[in-house]
């Protein structure tokens, strides 16, 4: 089993900036992509920023030129740079992690959130 833990979370005002950690722990064989998702109230969850472990980065349009997506293989942790913070920014994040168990198999782990709100 692999625990996600996600750090760094909080209260911003608009135009300000965050950086989101989360680390990996437990029996890891080799993992894969790290991605992070958000979910605003109301609204379904959807994919912000996702890494592989070769370092290729996507993201979603709302955020390209303001998130930062890194990683640190050594460390499996990933980090989420958010600049320039937008109201609409707020919503709970998640950590998400596959890792290929060998065999062809691959497991989906979650962190459990942290609140990013942007508000004056």
């Known amino acids: 089993q692999v625990q996600l833990v996600e750090s760094g979370g909080g209260l911003v005002q608009p135009g300000g900036s965050l950086r989101l950690s989360c680390a990996a722990s437990g029996t890891i064989f080799s993992i894969t992509t790290m991605d992070w998702y958000r979910q605003a109230p109301g609204k379904q969850r959807e994919l912000v920023a996702s890494t592989t472990s070769g370092g290729h980065t996507s993201y979603v349009d709302s955020v390209k030129g303001r998130f930062t997506i890194s990683r640190d293989n050594a460390k499996n942790t990933v980090y989420l740079q958010m600049n320039s913070l937008k109201p609409e920014d707020t919503a709970v994040y998640y950590c998400?992690?596959?890792?290929?168990?060998?065999?062809?198999?691959?497991?989906?782990?979650w962190g459990q959130g942290t609140q990013v709100t942007v508000s004056s």
């Open positions: 998400n992690a596959v890792d290929a168990v060998g065999g062809g198999n691959l497991k989906l782990y």
